[in-house]
Structures are given as C-alpha cells and as structure tokens.
C-alpha cells in the first residue's frame, strides 16, 4: 500500500494520498498517508456506505467529488479529519480482487478542482497493481498452507508436493514483500528437503543461483522452456541459458537428468 501511494501521486500529480485494506467486508481502516500535513486521516474507520469511501466501496468503482464540504452525492461522518487536512477534491478507487473490494486508494487536492480523465486513469491504473499484488499474496498463502501439510511418500502426494513446490518458485521472484518471499523461499528448502531425507548429505557442495533453480523447478513440472519462461517472467533464451549452467553445475546431459541429479542432490522435491 506505501508503494502504491508513491506511485498515485507519481502518476497523477495528486499531492496528497491515502488508503488502506479491509478488515472484513464492510469495514476499512486507512493505514497509509503519504503527503499529507496532519495525521487526522491515520486510523479513520472506513465503513461500506459511508462517506465518499464508503460509497466507492459499495459500488465497488471509483467515485469523485471537486468539493467534498459540499458534495451533495455522499454522507459527511468524516467530514471533521477531511477538514483538518483541509482536503477539497478528493478521489476513491477501490481494489477489486476476483469481485470482491479488498482495499481502497485515495488521491486528494487541496483545492476544488474537477478531477480529468487522465488523473482517473492513473488512479485505477494502480489500483490495478494493488489488485494482482494481492492476487499473488493469496495464491502464495494458499500454497504455503498447502506445503506446511506433513509430506507422506504416496507417489501421489509427492507429484502434488512438486507441483506446489514449482508454483512457490515461480511466484517467489514476483514478491516484494522480502519477509514473505524469504519465508516461501524457506518452505521450498523443507518441501524439497522432507521429500528427499538424507538427499543433503549426498549434495557433495552443489550450489545452484536461485533463477538456475526456479527453471529446473518448473522443468520438473513438466513446463517447456517457453511455458518456464512465461511463469518465471524470462526470455525463452534465457530460461535456456540457466538451464545450460544448472545442467553443468549437476553433471547432467539431459534436462531429466539434471531434475533427477537436483532431487538425489535435496534441491528439488
């Protein structure tokens, strides 16, 4: 959410900007200022309905106003922090993530002036990024729930733990949160590990780059160079490239041997 408010206010002109996730579904607390004079806004409950955030949130698009005091189109609960930041034409674009509103963006002027198309586009255009931010956090949370499950060594269950495995590595580099992506990054080491007990005292030191890695992971799944380097955000060329030096760190041949030369190593599930 900082990250989004920068580039609001980068991207728009907007001096002021604020916003914040939901709590459940009716309610948003804003946690993020960036350019404002005050901290009247830090904390504001956001309820669906209510104000002109609210409205954005019950309708699920963005809604404006060039002069909030006297906006006749929205309810005024929070007309008193607006004030104090002396906010006048002020902008509401909600995250949308898979129909549902998961958060809010805020861009905001001290003087009433309609806000353009331009500025309206800039705005939603972040929001955008907000939305497949949060699409990639839930996707990493569903699988790093799924890979703390007790591995069993059903042939079965160990095709479903490579495949979680592969779609964790592919999703790690599109994390910015550094936290979260060194945590997935930790439960690919004991998925790969618990899959393969004893494999590390076998590695005999080889060390594979992380994108040499994330490559073998999707090739273990089955992907092609093509489908690897769509996952993984790569030129084909390459994706091909790490494979080359991933293939000779391993002693393989083949790209099969590599994969099952990384699993003898504990590397790969």
């Known amino acids: 959410m900082r990250a989004a408010l920068l580039r609001l206010r980068r991207t728009t002109g907007l001096p002021v900007a604020f916003g914040g996730l939901l709590h459940d579904a009716r309610r948003l607390c804003i946690a993020e200022l960036n350019g404002t004079a005050t901290g009247a806004l830090r904390g504001l409950a956001i ?5 002109l955030g609210g409205k954005s949130m ?3 698009r963005p809604c404006a106003v060039t002069d909030y005091p006297s906006a006749r189109h929205i309810s005024h609960e ?3 922090a607006v004030a104090a930041e002396g906010l006048r034409s002020v902008v509401a674009v909600p995250v949308v993530v898979r129909r549902r509103v998961r958060g809010l963006l805020y861009g905001a002027l001290r003087t009433p002036v309609p806000l353009g198309e331009r500025t309206l586009d800039a705005a939603l255009a972040v929001a955008r990024d907000v ?3 949060l699409v990639v956090r839930d996707e990493v949370q569903r699988l790093l729930a799924v890979a703390r499950e007790p591995v069993t060594r ?3 269950a160990l095709e479903d733990v490579r495949e979680v495995h592969g779609e964790l590595r592919a999703l790690a580099p599109r994390i910015a949160d550094e936290e979260l992506r060194a945590e997935l990054l930790a439960v690919c080491g004991r998925l790969a590990a618990a899959a393969s007990p004893g494999a590390a005292d076998r590695a005999h030191g080889v060390t594979l780059a992380p994108r040499e890695l ?6 273990a799944a089955g992907a092609t160079n093509a489908t690897a380097a769509d996952r993984l955000g790569l030129k084909p060329e390459t994706v091909k490239g790490y494979l ?3 293939m000779r760190k391993l002693g393989a041949h083949t790209r099969m041997e590599a994969v099952v030369a990384a699993r003898r190593a504990g590397l790969l599930p």
Not at 47 to 51: E, I, L, S, T
Not at 214 to 219: E, G, N, P, S, T
């Open 214 to 219: 994330d490559v073998l992971a999707c090739l």
């Open 78 to 80: 929070y007309d008193a």
């Open 47 to 51: 309820c669906a309905g209510n104000g």
């Open 58 to 60: 019950a309708l699920a």
């Open 131 to 133: 939305e497949q931010t």
């Open 244 to 246: 080359r030096s991933a």
């Open 154 to 156: 059903g042939t079965g």
